[in-house]
């Protein structure tokens, strides 16, 4: 019998797009939440490089960085919900998009909406031109990865489940219909499929640790 094990924390955005994975592709699997102030033996035995979650254990071979979890879970458990597109050419395209995601969208996004005053500002040029990017892809297409979700969009789940806490905390309008249409509807979307829908966390408490951190970069 297959086993399956998660080691996450409940907010990360990098564990939320593992979940929805498993998810949709039916797979059973037990979560285990680390404090990450206090990291324990298991987690430090099986991402002994980064010592970070998600980490996906799988018959105990460990499996770490969550796209190329995303990758080995759409390739192992391939009879149900494909996330990435067979052509070498589209399935290279969503690599890169995720990449960009990974590395550009989000850390100006969070950066963005973290930073206060002169700091705030600065980075918001940046950040409107990747969220632009990204409204461009949706360009006549219902999703990231297409006609159906997929990979593209698990990749950029985040934005559409944080982007709510965020304005809350900042009062910033980080997603509204007049500059982002595609996007904006995209996430409607998106929040609808049921295995995202019924993984949501609580709003008000991701309200709640977003202000936390924020204040604690505000010192």
Not at 130 to 137: D, G, S, Y
């Amino acid at each position: 019998m297959e086993k399956v094990k998660l080691f996450a924390t409940w907010s990360s955005p990098f564990v939320k797009r593992i979940v929805w994975a498993l998810k949709l592709k039916n797979v059973e699997y037990e979560i285990i939440y680390e404090d990450l102030a206090n990291k324990s033996p298991e987690l430090l035995k099986y991402n002994p490089i980064h010592k970070k979650v998600p980490v996906l254990v799988h018959n105990e071979i460990a499996i770490c960085e969550s796209l190329v979890i995303l990758e080995y879970i759409d390739e192992t458990w391939n009879d149900v919900c494909p996330l990435l597109p067979k052509d070498p050419l589209d399935k290279a395209k969503e690599r890169f998009w995720a990449k960009f995601g990974d590395e550009q969208v989000l850390p100006s996004f969070f950066g963005y909406v973290m930073k206060q005053g002169k700091d705030q500002e600065e980075s918001k040029e940046t950040t409107l031109a990747h969220l632009k990017r990204v409204e461009q892809l949706l360009s006549e297409k219902k999703f990231l990865s297409g006609e159906s979700f997929g990979f593209l969009d698990l990749a950029f789940g985040w934005l559409a489940e944080n982007s709510r806490p965020l304005e809350v905390i900042t009062g910033l309008k980080l997603l509204d219909e007049d500059s982002f249409p595609n996007l904006c509807t995209w996430k409607d979307k998106f929040l609808e499929i049921p295995a995202i829908k019924e993984s949501w966390p609580d709003q008000e408490t991701l309200i709640a640790k977003y202000q936390e951190i924020r204040e604690s970069k505000g010192k």
